[in-house]
């Protein structure tokens, strides 16, 4: 089984609240809301690709610097064993929109086990909860 490592951000608001986009039509996982993120490409240290995928999913300017490591997930689809890491992060640069046509939410922390996420992104909801009530 091969390990996809892929890179999410918890993106925090003034009001603690956590952006949550939600995949689009025609991709794996379709419909399902998740933390902002992608994979690496080769070479790439995950901050950089954090601050890239950010850029280009959400328009947002990040400097590697403001994110924070604060958990992450493992966990074994079918096909492939996923590992993310999440940071946290609480300053950027643009508002956030909308790049791949997914839709966007602003979700509290306690909000999250209700919103449909993908069983990787699940264990990472705790540690945000715990952080931020």
């Known amino acids: 089984m091969s390990l996809l490592l892929v890179v999410a951000a918890a993106l925090v608001d003034a009001q603690d609240r956590v952006l949550i986009a939600q995949r689009p039509p025609g991709k794996q996982l379709a419909g399902l809301w998740e933390f902002p993120g992608g994979k690496l490409d080769p070479g790439e240290r995950p901050e950089e690709a954090l601050v890239r995928e950010l850029a280009e999913e959400l328009g947002v300017i990040v ?71």
């Open 63 to 133: 400097d590697a610097r403001d994110l924070t490591p604060l958990t992450f997930a493992s966990h074994a689809y079918e096909a492939f064993h996923l590992l993310m890491p999440l940071y946290l992060c609480r300053r950027w640069s643009g508002e956030p929109q909308s790049r791949e046509g997914q839709a966007l939410a602003w979700a509290r922390p306690g909000e999250l086990d209700a919103a449909q996420m993908p069983p990787a992104d699940a264990p990472l909801i705790a540690p945000l909860v715990a952080l931020l009530g």
